[in-house]
Every structure is written in C-alpha cells, then in structure tokens.
C-alpha cells in the first residue's frame, strides 16, 4: 500500500462589502410665489361665447393681442344677410 497526501483547502466564497451610500440631506422647498397679473389690458385666453372690443386699436380680440385701454365684451353677431 502507498502512502499519499491530500492538501486542501476549506472552500468559501469571497463577498466584496456592499458599497456605502450617505443620507441624502433634505431641506423643505419654498412654497411657490404668485404673482398676480392685470387682466385689464390683456384679452382673454379663451372667449366664452364674447367677442372682445379694443377702441383704442378700434378691432377684435385674435386680431389685436394687447389693449392699451380695457377690452369690451360684445355679444356675438350673426354677418348680415344670414
């Protein structure tokens, strides 16, 4: 019979550490500022059923965007003949 010898090693697996991430630091935002427009010289964003006279630019609201003075609202009217 022969002699022989078994070198081993014990077998265990290598985990790097996990990475490190810091608290993220959190500051409360600012509340938001509004800031409160004129709607005398400007035209409406949507016409409800009016039409919106400028006298100083003597015409109609999309064909002037901006009145120097304050729009009328006129009512609607049908072209004549109709």
Do not use: D, H
């Not at 400028?54 to 109709?82: L, S």
């Amino acid at each position: 019979m022969g002699f022989g010898v078994i070198v081993a090693a014990p077998a265990f697996w290598y985990y790097p550490p996990l990475p490190y991430y810091p608290p993220v630091a959190v500051a409360p935002s600012a509340p938001p500022v509004y800031i409160e427009q004129g709607s005398a010289a400007y035209a409406p964003e949507r016409p409800t059923g009016y039409w919106y006279y400028c006298a100083e630019a003597q015409a109609y609201y999309p064909y002037v965007k901006e009145c120097a003075g304050t729009w009328q609202p006129v009512a609607p009217q049908a072209p004549p003949g109709q």
